[in-house]
């Protein structure tokens, strides 16, 4: 299906690379028709059959349908929401990383403080938090600690330095370790407060 689109060469190694680049997409559709027409508690399995999506086989559909009805598969979908459900910090980057991420805020924006760089990978869309979730009660205590930095600031402080202030004393106490918590393993203190990490990865 791909080739009707695209001139590619052929070889192993093409098909190999091309199996890789469309697996997540296509997870991903899958989860979306599941979620979008796929129902075990209010529908029988002929129902489900019948309930066939656009621009899917009734072939391919069933197939689908049997093996989301598996036993195995029912336990193994468990599993994952409950994983899911674990994860109180779940960021908006998607496969950009950090670093990256970082370098595009600062060609649309310019400086940034670490509380703003915050908000743009927990945030929603529109900018708000999921009341009861960490990044939530982080950024309302952080919000609250940078208001009251300002009013007893009796000096020009630039707002960037108040707001990173705020955030390295909630995050970290005080004392930025050598691998920050928030930001996944890996990680060093370079590349979250510093510039040479994003230098060696500008070249």
């Known amino acids: 299906m791909i080739r009707k689109h695209f001139v590619l060469p052929d070889g192993p190694l093409v098909n190999k690379a091309l199996v890789m680049r469309i697996d997540k997409p296509w997870n991903n559709h899958r989860y979306k028709l599941k979620k979008d027409f796929f129902d075990p508690v209010n529908k ?4 489900n059959y019948a309930n066939v999506p656009d621009g899917v086989s009734t072939r391919s559909w069933t197939e689908l349908v049997d093996y989301w009805l598996l036993p195995e598969a029912m336990e193994k979908s468990e599993m994952g929401k409950n994983a899911r459900a674990l994860q ?21 924006k310019g400086e940034f403080s670490e509380l703003a760089f915050f908000k743009s990978v927990y945030a929603k869309e529109d900018g708000s938090f999921k009341e009861g979730t960490l990044p939530h009660q982080f950024v309302e205590d952080a919000n609250k600690k940078v208001q009251e930095n300002l009013a007893s600031s009796s000096s020009s402080k630039p707002v960037i330095e108040i707001e990173n202030a705020a955030f390295n004393e909630l995050m970290y106490k005080g004392e930025v370790p050598k691998r920050p918590l928030n930001y996944r393993f890996g990680l060093k203190q370079s590349d979250i407060f510093g510039v040479e990490g994003l230098l060696r990865k500008e070249g």
């Open 88 to 108: 109180g910090n779940k960021h908006n980057s998607g496969a950009t990383s950090f670093a990256n991420r970082r370098i595009d805020m600062k060609e649309k």
């Open 44 to 47: 029988s399995r002929e129902e």
